[in-house]
């Protein structure tokens, strides 16, 4: 087995498969830079390595979709205004016109309707992440509730013990 390990380098814009193969990689460098010369890592400090390195990666990836969506959004709300604009101001300009009265109209209720899909797309944003911080409050909870309970067993074992010692030191002192 090789010793020298190169360390992993993710591109600018990876693929899934990238992501993956980066976080697989940097699992093993966890691996090989935490054992010791007698015995391996422990698996404890490795799962919240892996952990940590996972959250990352999809942080990373969501950054990104963000990052276009926002991009998309403005377009999608700048065509909007400008299609209300053009409309209203048609609207108002050929109101001795009937013709052009209603493109006017059309362009003004289009641009009405791109508003409310765009309204629509961030309220959909918002309550995703509404959704996802009531996600993560859960499991900060869940987390909690089993840092607790791994106490109260660890509590019960060494109560265990103690009254186990008390047991044959009560039984020695009723057989002599």
């Known amino acids: 087995m090789s010793e ?5 380098e993710l591109t600018d814009d990876p693929s899934p498969d990238e992501r993956a193969e980066y976080v697989i990689l940097r699992l093993e460098q966890f691996i090989r830079e935490g054992r010791t010369f007698d015995e391996g890592m422990s698996f404890k ?3 919240a390595m892996a952990k940590v390195e996972i ?3 999809i942080a990373e990836s969501e950054l990104g979709q963000q990052k276009e969506e926002s991009i998309t959004r403005r377009l999608l709300f700048t065509f909007a205004a400008a299609l209300v604009t053009v409309g209203f101001w ?4 050929s109101l001795h016109k ?3 009265l209603a493109g006017g109209i059309i362009s ?3 641009g009405l309707a791109l508003l409310g899909v765009a309204g629509e797309w961030r309220f959909r944003n918002w309550n995703k992440t509404r959704q996802a911080n009531k996600r993560r409050k859960s499991l900060a909870r869940i987390e909690g509730i089993n840092r607790r309970i791994k106490r109260l067993e660890n509590d019960l074992e060494k109560e265990e013990k103690r009254l186990e010692k008390k047991i044959k030191k009560a039984a020695r002192i009723a057989q002599g």
Request: proline share 5%.
């Open 98 to 100: 009937v013709g052009y």
């Open 4 to 8: 020298e390990f190169k360390i992993p």
């Open 45 to 47: 400090i490795w799962q």
């Open 90 to 93: 048609g609207t108002a300009v």
């Open 108 to 110: 003004g209720l289009a």
């Open 55 to 57: 959250a990352i990666a």
